[in-house]
């Protein structure tokens, strides 16, 4: 029987619980985002008295039905519309990912309908073809946030090939941390790119991991080691990070953020000019840094190639680029009772 | 137990300065020759003190693979498959004892593994009561002096073979 056509009518949930955020959100099979609802940004925040607690499997079993009623009522769909059940199952915490995937089941068992698994980091990549409205793939892919730093070659939106991944800290972590050291806020990068506007880039030479290196590995561990000998000497004295003069905090944010960005924007160039690739797709909380995306466009500029970003609110964590599940679902990559959640990153396809 | 000493007899506290990342890796392997599933390891120090870089060196001589250990901080909990099997904590994001508790910590530090968690004063309550503390001090650009102290009989062992073992 020849697959029935693409079609408004056919709408699925996707759950996404794979670390801090829980979300959920309505796509129909045109790729058309009906709701979208990321627990720590909506109402439901008020709801939990103002406090979403942050880390913990618990927070998400609170969290969960809110979320998918939310993301049903926003898309004026009922449980009975949908066409399939998404969720993300890898990678991300276990206990954190194992409430999502046992929403999910239920909700395929009880209507059922099929369930597919989504790779949380095929989802961050899918936004970019969701946010240019057209395949892009093959591409090379960067996933760049709090808990990842890796280059992909993405052969198709389910087809990825590892190139290389942080060898210690994710660029988002370094972020975080490195506004710790000056004394800025959470979450990291926000705070720094915000110290580093009316910073000097050039004030500070940090080190670049791997820069003339052929290895697409990232390294920020030494950076934010640098970081610190910078503000508190060798060895490190005890400092009072808030009584650092704000002229020094920007000069060194944005010395900092450069040398991020700068390695950041280095290892995709190489990625595409050894995959002989004319796309870069980039994903995750990291590409809402508009230092990395002014770098970015100059780097389109200059290779010729077309980078897409998409815009913040599919850059961090959300549900609507599980979207990518209507494409396992027309190949017929349907999941059963059987599914399981896997912790870690997958390095070979 | 081969002692019929005393166990505060067996000295409970042991040094040790890297001078180098290479040094860090001979401190790796000479752990990894120590511990045994069970163990569970609290590291304490600063931001970039080389808390995560000590459980590199470690897992690395137990035979898990090469580039696999990361910093836990975003993710919170990550398993490596080596000689045994190391669950790496990193606390640095969590807000207590609650939250660790929630992570499943007990399963893990009872389960038949070495426990390795960073930033560990900050759920020092959630702590079995015999562990290894490891402070870690940077003392230059490269040095770091790792101050390895017992809480109970299993890290006096430790502490014990591992002052042996690099004499």
């Known amino acids: 029987m020849p697959p029935a056509p693409i079609s408004a009518s056919r709408k699925l949930l996707a759950i996404e619980s794979s670390c801090d955020e829980t979300a959920a959100a309505v796509i129909d099979e045109r790729l058309c985002v009906l709701s979208s609802v990321v627990a720590s940004q909506t109402a439901l925040h008020v709801r939990f008295g103002g406090v979403v607690p942050e880390v913990a499997s618990r ?8 979320v998918i009623d939310e993301a049903l009522r926003q898309a004026v769909v009922r449980l009975e519309d949908l066409s399939a059940v998404a969720v993300v199952t890898q990678p991300g ?3 954190s990912l194992l409430v999502g995937l046992t929403a999910a089941k239920t909700l395929a068992l009880v209507l059922d309908v099929p369930l597919v698994a989504v790779n949380h980091i095929e989802a961050h990549l899918f936004a970019c073809r ?34 290389g991944t942080t060898i210690d800290d994710a660029a988002g972590e370094a972020f975080d941390k490195a506004a710790a050291m000056l004394g800025l806020g959470y979450p990291g990068g926000p705070s720094i790119e915000v110290a580093a506007r009316g910073g000097n880039p050039a004030a500070y030479r940090f080190p670049r991991s791997f820069l003339r290196d052929a290895r697409l590995e990232f390294s920020f561990s ?21 009584s ?24 995709c160039r190489q990625a595409l000019a050894a995959r002989r690739r004319q796309v870069l797709c980039v994903g995750g909380g990291v590409a809402a840094n508009t230092r990395f995306r002014q770098k970015l466009q100059e780097l389109a500029d200059n290779a010729k190639v077309e980078v897409v970003v998409p815009p913040l609110e599919w850059c961090t964590d959300n549900a609507a680029m599980s979207a990518v599940a209507w494409e396992s679902f027309h190949r017929g990559r349907v999941a059963d009772d059987a599914l399981d959640v896997t912790a870690g990153l997958i390095r070979r396809r | 137990m081969s002692s019929n000493e005393p166990q505060s007899a067996l000295p409970a506290c042991w040094t040790f300065l890297s001078s180098s990342e290479d040094t860090t890796d001979r401190l790796g392997r000479v752990l990894a020759d120590v511990l045994r599933p069970g163990d569970v ?3 304490v120090g600063n931001l970039g003190a080389g808390k995560t870089r000590l459980v590199q060196a470690l897992a690395a001589a137990a035979g898990c693979a090469p580039g696999e250990v990361t910093s836990p901080t975003f993710i919170l909990v990550q398993e490596y498959a080596g000689r045994w099997p190391i669950y790496h ?5 969590l807000h207590g004892c609650d939250d660790f508790c929630e992570l499943g910590a007990e399963e893990y530090l009872t389960a038949h593994g070495v426990c390795c968690i960073e ?12 562990h290894l503390r490891v402070e870690i001090d940077i003392v230059g650009e490269t040095a770091r002096e790792y101050r390895f102290s017992a809480t109970g009989p299993r890290g006096r062992e430790i502490v014990q073979q591992l002052s042996g073992a690099a004499a």
């Open chain 1, 93 to 95: 915490l276990v206990g």
């Open chain 2, 41 to 43: 390891l609290a590291l």
């Open chain 2, 119 to 130: 930033w560990a004063d900050r759920v020092a309550a959630a702590l079995p009561a015999d």
């Open chain 1, 130 to 163: 969701m946010h240019a409205g057209r395949d892009l793939f093959p591409a090379i892919g960067l996933v760049v946030s709090g808990g990842h730093t890796s280059l992909y070659d993405c052969h198709d939106p389910l087809d990825f090939e590892l190139l």
């Open chain 1, 59 to 66: 927070a998400h079993v609170e969290r969960i039905l809110p």
């Open chain 2, 89 to 93: 904590f990193d606390t640095y994001r």
């Open chain 1, 244 to 267: 650092l003069p704000t002229s020094r905090v920007a000069d060194l944010a944005a010395s900092f953020q450069e040398a991020v960005v700068d390695v950041l924007v280095a290892k």
């Open chain 1, 222 to 242: 030494g950076l934010k080691t640098s970081l610190l000998y910078e503000v508190a000497g060798i060895p490190p004295a005890a400092y009072e990070p808030q």
